[in-house]
Structure formats: structure tokens, C-alpha cells
């Protein structure tokens, strides 16, 4: 509700930044008043050079969800928060790390895991293939 923030400009970066949070981008620069890096990964108090992700942001995510392996050609592997063994493995071998496979996506890949993380609470993990 402050007409500052209500703005065209605003909106598409806020929006940007937390795709960009959702797929594991962190911030670039959190100055709001020095020079902008361009991308909607750098808070600032002028977002109207800011719409977008930059060429750092992409090198990002492809370090993140680039695993070139032999079988698909990339993807797979464990969530980017996960680490540890699967790290770079084939998709569809998932060690005890995600848990039990729960469900499939409609090509019969394991897409939802459960893992039992006693006293009662349960992580689950939801994965969504790409071909």
C-alpha cells in the first residue's frame, strides 16, 4: 500500500528477486544506494535497471542444476541444498539421503520422496524432472 513501491518497476523485481530465491539465487549486493550490477538480484532503491537477471545469475543457476550427465544430458542429482552423496549422480539412483519414493511422475520417474525424521516429522521432497 505505499505509492512508492506500488510501481510497474517495483513489482517486476520483487517478483524477479524471489523467482530467483526460489531457484537458489542468493543476493548479489544489498547497498541500496551504490551503482547497479543490473539484475533483479541486486537491492536498490531504483529497480528501473533492475527487471532482470544478469549473466552472473545465470552462471549461477547453471552451477546449480547443470550436472552433465552421460544419461540426460543434464539435471538430476540432488536438490541444490542437499550436498552429499547424490551430488552429480544419475537420476533415479537416490540413496537414503531423499528418503523413501513415494510417488512418480507421469513417466514413471520417482518425483516425490519422504524421509522420516523422527519424533513424528517427515521431510518431504517434491522433484520436478526436466527433460
Not at 50 to 72: K, M, R, S, V
Not at 73 to 78: A, E, H, K, L, N
Not at 96 to 103: L, N
Request: hydrophobic share 25%.
Amino acid at each position: 500500500d505505499t505509492t512508492t513501491y506500488d510501481t510497474p518497476e517495483w513489482r517486476q523485481m520483487v517478483a524477479c528477486q524471489e523467482i530467483g530465491h526460489a531457484f537458489g539465487l542468493g543476493h548479489q549486493d544489498v547497498d541500496f544506494d551504490n551503482t547497479s550490477l543490473g539484475t533483479c538480484m541486486d537491492d536498490t532503491s531504483d529497480p528501473s535497471s533492475n527487471q532482470h537477471p544478469n549473466t552472473h545469475d545465470d552462471e549461477q543457476l547453471e552451477a546449480i542444476y547443470d550436472h552433465a550427465d552421460a544419461e540426460c544430458g543434464g539435471g538430476g542429482g540432488p536438490p541444490p541444498w542437499a550436498g552429499g552423496p547424490n551430488r552429480g549422480k544419475t537420476p533415479g539412483v537416490i540413496d537414503s539421503e531423499w528418503g523413501k519414493a513415494v510417488g512418480t511422475d507421469a513417466n514413471g520417474r520417482p518425483n516425490e520422496f519422504e524421509l522420516d525424521l523422527g519424533k513424528g516429522n517427515k521431510l518431504i521432497t517434491h522433484v520436478l524432472w526436466a527433460n
